[in-house]
């Protein structure tokens, strides 16, 4: 074999390898046995073509078309949000101010002490002493609310009694006038005219209170 032919065998081999690689076929290989005769080497036996695999045909999945929302359909304005409601502070709560000490109450008054206003003879009015005796009974402390209670006394005749009575009635009568003066109630006087009673003086009015 000539240079030549050898050469030109060489290129054709190139251009072949050259075409497989550009366009490779699947699974089968072709062999020019005139160019490897050429280059000097026994030429393989042909391999059967393998044929290529079937495809199989994917079926492509179903596409669900969903309905257009309805757009006639006017969207109305929403409600403005409410107005947050801010709680007010409450002012703290004072202490309580303690409480004084209760103060002590003072005793209740006592009625005072009866007192005796001396008429002597027959007069029926109290003199200067008798009158200050009244105003210092009247001074003194006491609870209210009291009667006072009025009993005179006078000399009399035996044989008429009337004649007592009715000078002790006026008696009682002059200090009922003396309490009047100072303040005190009428429906809160009570006088007894008591005449001459028997073992008692018959020359004063006794003063006294009664709850």
């Known amino acids: 074999m000539s240079h030549a032919m050898r050469h030109c065998g060489f290129l054709a081999a190139c251009m072949a390898a050259a075409f497989i690689l550009i366009h490779p076929a699947p699974a089968q290989v072709v062999v020019n046995p005139q160019a490897l005769r050429q280059l000097g080497g026994p030429a393989p036996a042909a391999k059967p073509a393998t044929p290529a695999p079937e495809r199989r045909a994917v079926p492509k999945p179903a596409i669900v078309r969903r309905p257009a929302p309805h757009r006639a359909v006017s969207r ?11 709680a007010a502070a409450r002012p703290a709560l004072p202490h309580p101010a303690p409480k004084p000490a209760p103060k002590p109450q003072p005793a209740a008054p006592k009625p005072p002490a009866p007192v005796a206003i001396v008429m002597p003879g027959t007069s029926a009015a109290p003199g200067p002493r008798g009158e200050a005796a009244v ?26 009694p009337s004649i007592a009575r009715r000078l002790a009635l006026r008696r009682g009568m002059a200090v009922r006038h003396m ?19 028997p073992g008692a003086p018959d020359d004063r009015v006794t003063l006294s209170t009664l709850p």
Do not use: H, M, W, Y
């Open 179 to 197: 309490l009047l003066k100072a303040g005190i109630p009428a429906e809160r006087i009570i006088v007894q005219a008591l005449g001459n009673p």
């Open 135 to 160: 105003k210092r009974f009247l001074a003194a402390p006491r609870p209210r609310g009291l009667r006072f209670l009025v009993r005179a006394t006078a000399p009399g005749v035996a044989d008429d």
């Open 76 to 86: 109305l304005p929403l409600p403005p949000p409410p107005a947050p409601v801010i």
